[in-house]
């Protein structure tokens, strides 16, 4: 079993600066997709950046050049840097683990089997 705990949230003016921290433990290894993902009342959750344990990355377009996602040495904690924050980036982040994603990032929340509960990021204007 596999337990996901997400840190790091807070409250921040807009263009501030945020880092999210994910420790998963259990049945994981360097080798498993992690990723963080979002969500707001009345939308759908969706996939902010997703890394791999090739090293390989992805990010959605509208975070791209202002977040960077990076893992520990262990492959067990999971780091979300969050830059040039703008109001539309409120949400819930969440993490996410899988044990293999078909060995390509993956932004698909369906993939993923393991989820923390999630931690508020509020951006205000």
């Known amino acids: 079993q596999v337990q996901v705990v997400e840190s790091g949230g807070g409250s921040v003016q807009a263009g501030g600066s945020l880092r999210l921290s994910c420790v998963a433990s259990g049945f994981v290894d360097s080798k498993n997709c992690m990723g963080w993902f979002r969500q707001v009342p009345g939308k759908e959750r969706e996939g902010v950046a997703a890394?791999?344990?090739?090293?390989?990355?992805r990010y959605a377009d509208s975070v791209q050049g202002r977040f960077i996602i990076s893992k520990d040495n262990t492959g067990n904690t999971l780091y979300l840097q969050m830059n040039s924050l703008k109001p539309e980036d409120t949400g819930m982040y969440y993490c996410?683990?899988?044990?293999?994603?078909?060995?390509?990032?993956?932004?698909?929340?369906?993939?993923?089997?393991?989820w923390g509960q999630g931690t508020q990021v509020t951006v205000s204007s």
């Open positions: 890394t791999v344990g090739n090293g390989g990355v």
């Open positions: 996410a683990v899988t044990p293999r994603c078909g060995g390509a990032p993956s932004l698909q929340s369906f993939l993923y089997k393991n």
